[in-house]
């Protein structure tokens, strides 16, 4: 098979009251309200029992570790006993974390609520189940969709967690909790199996017992997946940057508060939003995914060059603009060009490999931007992760010129 060829395998054709992609829409906004509800609360939470940064780092770093290691695993097992077991599998864990951070008495019980949400891993099945229900035409608009409900959740989250912490850190949790058992009725009474296929998977993605690396390296090994998994580090590497250095030269250029940041980011949520729910079906169809994953970087790069050059507020808002437009764009068209290239016994372990990919990326990245503009100077973290974008531009331009070269 041409390995640019745009496959459409394990498409359902079963009918039902609800659109399955509206149905998992649904799921992930629900999950992602409760948890962007308990978000913003976390170093509050953990300065009551007296933990310091170093802590708090602990607690970040706990949740993103745990993605890494359990976004594969669930998304392999979703191979091979279905999509709607995993994700409620995974909000029923999401359910346990909520309650251990409602009753949380010590810092430990903190933790380990974050370590438990962290194993609640559904964005790589999600999509996999958009992998299943769409044809490769409306594939990005699916996986689009999708990425719109977690934008919309992660914007209405923490408003209503800021709103709820007056009565006590344990309310919002306690909410979260609410709407996640809410969250896996829905997906019990309207949400159908989705894996159809009896395709057999390959040895090493099946294999239980290959190992974690080894499976990493069998996706990261796959012809142009490879490539794109490298691009996808990349620009999260890069993106994870912004909620570190964009607020730092807003407060240097502009004297922007925490109020008016907050507003900034609600802004990046609703172009993303816009972008994923309503324009990338239409982009991808006139484009292509390979252009827009090419271009996408690029889009970013100009965002990340102009932010610190123009010492303007006009300049500024363009640049997030810039930014959240190509993080949005980028964040839809690489997981649709995985899973159309991806056997469809094998979509969870692929998608999931990408996810835990994202997370390794979302580690060291506010650790360089931050250090960067300490020590180095104020443009030092733009000029870095406009240097990287550059990187993944090159690496998107040969994907797009392997795909012309072979036939899309």
């Known amino acids: 098979m041409n390995v640019c060829e745009r496959i459409d395998l394990g498409t359902s054709n079963q009918t039902t009251l609800l659109s399955p992609t509206l149905v998992v829409a649904m799921t992930i906004f629900i999950d992602i309200t409760g948890f962007g509800m ?48 995993v994700l409620l599998l995974s909000i029923l864990t999401s359910l346990a974390s909520f309650v251990l951070f409602s009753v949380a008495n010590s810092f430990v019980i903190l933790l380990l609520s974050r370590i438990v949400a962290g194993m609640a891993t559904e964005t790589a099945v999600a999509q996999a189940y958009v992998a299943d229900t ?28 800021g709103f709820l912490s007056v009565y006590g850190f344990w309310a919002p ?38 190992g974690y690396l080894r499976r990493f390296v ?8 490879g490539a794109v998994f490298a691009i996808f580090f990349i620009i999260t590497l890069a993106f994870s940057a912004i909620p570190v250095i964009a607020p730092l030269l807003g407060a240097v250029f502009f004297n922007i508060g925490a109020l008016e940041m907050s507003y900034i980011f609600m802004y990046i949520g609703l172009v993303q939003v816009v972008l994923q729910g309503f324009l990338i079906g239409r982009l991808t169809h006139k ?25 303007t507020i006009a300049a500024y808002m363009v640049s997030i603009t810039l930014i959240a437009s190509g993080i949005g764009i980028m964040n839809t068209t690489i997981p649709s060009f995985i899973s159309k290239r991806t056997l469809a016994s ?3 372990v692929m998608l999931g490999t990408a996810q835990s990919i994202s997370s390794i990326a979302r580690v060291p990245g506010p650790l360089i931007a931050g250090s960067a503009f300490e020590f180095v100077g104020l443009v030092a973290p733009f000029f870095v992760s406009a240097a990287l974008l550059l990187v993944a531009f090159g690496l998107g331009c040969r994907v797009l010129q392997v795909c012309i070269k072979l036939g899309k």
């Open 346 to 348: 094998e979509q969870g």
């Open 134 to 161: 769409t044809s490769k035409r409306e594939r990005a608009a699916g996986i689009g969709r999708v990425a719109a409900a977690h934008g919309i959740g992660f914007i209405i989250g923490p408003a209503i967690g």
């Open 38 to 85: 308990i978000i913003p609360l976390l170093p509050f939470y953990a300065e009551t029992f007296q933990a310091g940064g170093t802590a708090l780092g602990v607690l970040v770093a706990s949740f993103a570790i745990m993605q890494v290691i359990f976004s594969p695993i669930l998304g392999r097992v979703s191979d091979n006993i279905g999509r709607r077991p």
């Open 218 to 225: 069998y996706a990261l090994t796959k012809p142009l997946i």
């Open 287 to 311: 484009f292509g995914e390979e252009s827009l994953i090419a271009y996408g970087s690029l889009i970013m790069m100009l965002g990340m060059i102009l932010m610190p050059l123009l010492p």
């Open 173 to 210: 949790g306690f909410a979260a909790a609410i709407l996640t058992l809410i969250n896996l009725l829905f997906v019990l009474l309207f949400l159908p199996e989705s894996l159809r296929s009896k395709e057999p998977m390959t040895k090493i993605a099946s294999d239980f017992n290959a």
